[in-house]
């Protein structure tokens, strides 16, 4: 499963990635390591992921928020944009700056760690950004699926986990527990801890919103057996 995650970090070291992501934008919350910041596209902090990325020797191209929970001894030197609105959040307003800045897709990172309602969120917020988020630890991807089908390439007894969003129906095919025109909505029924049972798995989604996390590396616990 190794491999995985490797072949994730070549994707997005090695591959257009200008032509399919715009931008990474660091939370304030768990972020990866120096060598995930290597891609030559901008580096976005949103007000407290600076310090994170400070932290690890990493400079952000920009930080976008109210500015509050910026180290002021790491301040300096930094380019900024003060978003002082406090009726929505840093995430949102950065999300809005970054629209009119055509920065968007991005790799959202720093998604989690912290208060589960400040999680749950962010998570709100991304639903809406049409990217993908990355995090550490565990490593994984989350994707927004729509209307259609996905086809991902897996190696066997790769956790994923579906959930609806907006009433979503869904069907896979190469999923241990498979769906058939299943009805997936949070709060309610949906699919966590899957397992794929071949390299190759699909996803199709039949009506709204379903939020996919794949799995990055081993998970060796009873949904393996």
């Known amino acids: 499963m190794q491999n995985l995650h490797e072949a994730f970090h070549n994707h997005i070291l090695h591959c257009s990635i200008q032509q399919q992501y715009r931008s990474i934008v660091v939370l304030n919350g768990k972020i990866p390591d120096l060598s995930f910041f290597k891609l030559d596209i901008p580096i976005i902090a949103v007000d407290g992921g600076a310090n994170r990325l400070l932290s690890i020797g990493v400079k952000p191209d920009l930080v976008v928020g109210d500015l509050d929970s910026v180290n ?63 995090t550490p630890a565990p490593p994984i991807v989350g994707y927004v699926l729509k209307k259609g089908i996905i086809h991902f390439s897996l190696p066997k007894n790769t956790k994923i986990s579906l959930l ?19 009805k997936l909505t949070f709060p309610g029924k949906n699919s966590c801890f899957n397992r794929s049972l071949s390299d190759k798995v699909s996803i199709e989604v039949h009506s709204g919103i379903c939020l996919a996390m794949v799995y990055l590396e081993v998970v060796d616990d009873a949904g393996a057996s």
């Open 164 to 182: 609806g969003i907006l009433k979503a129906q869904v069907s896979t095919k190469g999923l241990k527990w498979e769906l058939h025109l299943d």
């Open 72 to 134: 002021p001894n790491l301040h300096a030197g930094l380019s900024t944009v003060h978003l002082p609105d406090q009726d929505y959040c840093n995430f949102s307003k950065a999300i809005d700056h970054l629209q009119t800045m055509k920065l968007l897709p991005s790799i959202i990172t720093g998604i989690t760690g912290g208060a589960i309602d400040h999680i749950l969120q962010n998570i709100n917020i991304f639903l809406s950004t049409g990217s993908i988020f990355y």
